[in-house]
C-alpha cells in the first residue's frame, strides 16, 4: 500500500540541528504558528505561548545564556522530564543516541570538551536563523503540557510541509529564569522548550544522524480483532 502524504511528511521529519543561513519569512513562521493552534485542546483552553525571534532579538537571547553558563548559573527543574529513578532499558536507550549523535560528529565519548560545545550549541539554537521559546501559563494544570505537545508536533510538520527544518530543544528549559528575564517575560510563565527553525543544512553531518522509533507490537496492542 501506498504511503499517505501524512505518513511520507512524518517519516521525512528529522531532528535537524544545523542551518543554512537563508532567513525565514514572517509569513511562512505565521502559517506554522496557526497550524500549531489548530492541534486539539481539552475545553479549548490552547495552553502555550511562542515567542518567535530573529536577528539581533535572537543573538540577545543567546548572549544571555551565554553569560549564564559562563557565570555557571545553576540549572533550573521546574518540570520532571526524566523517570526517577532512569529504568535501565530506558537509560541505553539515551545513552545509545548520545553516542550516536557524537559518532556523527566525530566527538569522541571520552571528549568532554567537545561534547559540551556541541551541547552548548542548544543555547544558540543550534545557530539557526529562528529561535522561538515556549512558554505555559504556570496556572495550567499538567495536562495542559499534552495540548501543547500537541501543538508542537503539529508546528513541526508544518514546518516540514513548508520545506524547513526544526527541533525541539528541551535543554533551554535549564535557563527559564534566564530566558524570561531576557524576553521581559513575567514569572506568570513558565518556559517549556525552544525550537530551532530554518533551512536544514544537508551537508552537516548531525544531520545524517537519525534515531530509530520501536516496532509497532512493542508499543501497542490489539483486542477485539479478528
Given at each position: 500500500m501506498n504511503a499517505s502524504p501524512l505518513e511520507k511528511l512524518l517519516k521525512a521529519r528529522h531532528s535537524v540541528r544545523a542551518f543554512t543561513k537563508e532567513p525565514v519569512a514572517r509569513a511562512d513562521l505565521e502559517s506554522i504558528l496557526r497550524?500549531?493552534?489548530?492541534?486539539?485542546?481539552?475545553?479549548?483552553?490552547?495552553p502555550g505561548h511562542f515567542h518567535v525571534l530573529t536577528g539581533e532579538a535572537l543573538d540577545q537571547l543567546s548572549a544571555a545564556f551565554a553569560q549564564a553558563i559562563a557565570q555557571d548559573v545553576p540549572h533550573v527543574q521546574e518540570y520532571s522530564y526524566f523517570p526517577n529513578p532512569m529504568p535501565a532499558d530506558r537509560k541505553a536507550r539515551q545513552r545509545a543516541a548520545g553516542f550516536a549523535l557524537y559518532d556523527a560528529l566525530g566527538i569522541d565519548k571520552r571528549d568532554l570538551d567537545g561534547r559540551r560545545r556541541q551541547f552548548?550549541?542548544?543555547?544558540?539554537?543550534?545557530?539557526?536563523?529562528?529561535?522561538?521559546?515556549?512558554?505555559?501559563d504556570r496556572s495550567m494544570g499538567a495536562g495542559c503540557f499534552m495540548d501543547l505537545g500537541m501543538s508542537l508536533m503539529a508546528l513541526f510538520l508544518a514546518a516540514q510541509e513548508l520545506g524547513y527544518g526544526a527541533t525541539g530543544i528541551g535543554a533551554l528549559a535549564n535557563y527559564g529564569p534566564t530566558a524570561l528575564e531576557a524576553l521581559g517575560l513575567g514569572e506568570d510563565q513558565l518556559v517549556v522548550c525552544g525550537i530551532a527553525i530554518g533551512r536544514e543544512d544537508t551537508e552537516h553531518p548531525v544531520n545524517?544522524?537519525?534515531?530509530?522509533?520501536?516496532?509497532?507490537?512493542?508499543?501497542?496492542?490489539?483486542?477485539?480483532?479478528?
Open positions: 497550524a500549531a493552534r489548530r492541534a486539539p485542546s481539552g475545553a479549548n483552553l490552547q552548548e550549541l542548544n543555547y544558540r539554537f543550534f545557530d539557526a536563523p529562528v529561535g522561538i521559546v515556549v512558554t505555559i545524517r544522524f537519525r534515531t530509530e522509533r520501536d516496532e509497532l507490537d512493542t508499543f501497542a496492542s490489539f483486542r477485539g480483532f479478528d
